[in-house]
């Protein structure tokens, strides 16, 4: 069953980092969308006052399963675990943090113009 989470957590966490990165693409995902991302920053920026800013829950939750499958030195970003374990670059977590930063800005200000500055119907 852990292998089970393990892999459902992976998958996932790679649509969700993926509809952050390209939800505002179409039409008819982009309120969808900026609702994601919305709920992504409050994760990072409100929960993560708490818990360390960038917190997840879902990295959280599954950094739990994959300790309990035995895998330990998980880093603090699954983003971080994705490029460097499973595609195997070699990237700082400062790198990944700043790249992820600045992408995931630039997905919720093109979700934000497209939302409420289009002319353009969804």
């Known amino acids: 069953m852990l292998y089970f989470l393990d892999i459902t957590l992976f ?9 952050n990165l390209f939800g505002w693409v ?3 995902t982009r ?5 994601a991302v ?8 409100v929960l ?7 917190y997840c829950i879902l990295t959280d939750w599954h950094w ?5 499958l035995g895998e330990h030195n998980l880093p ?13 670059l070699t990237l700082t977590p400062f790198a990944v943090d700043v790249i992820t930063g600045v992408a995931f800005i ?6 934000i113009r497209l939302n409420f500055f289009s002319k353009e119907t969804s």
């Open 26 to 28: 179409f039409g008819a």
């Open 64 to 68: 739990d399963i994959k300790r309990d």
């Open 76 to 88: 603090h970003s699954f983003i971080t675990y994705l490029t460097n374990n499973i595609l195997g």
């Open 106 to 111: 630039t997905a919720i200000l093109i979700s």
């Open 11 to 19: 998958v996932a966490h790679v649509i969700i980092i993926f509809f």
């Open 38 to 45: 919305s709920i992504t920053l409050f994760s990072w920026v």
């Open 48 to 54: 993560g006052f708490w818990k360390g800013f960038g």
């Open 31 to 35: 309120k969808l969308h900026l609702i």
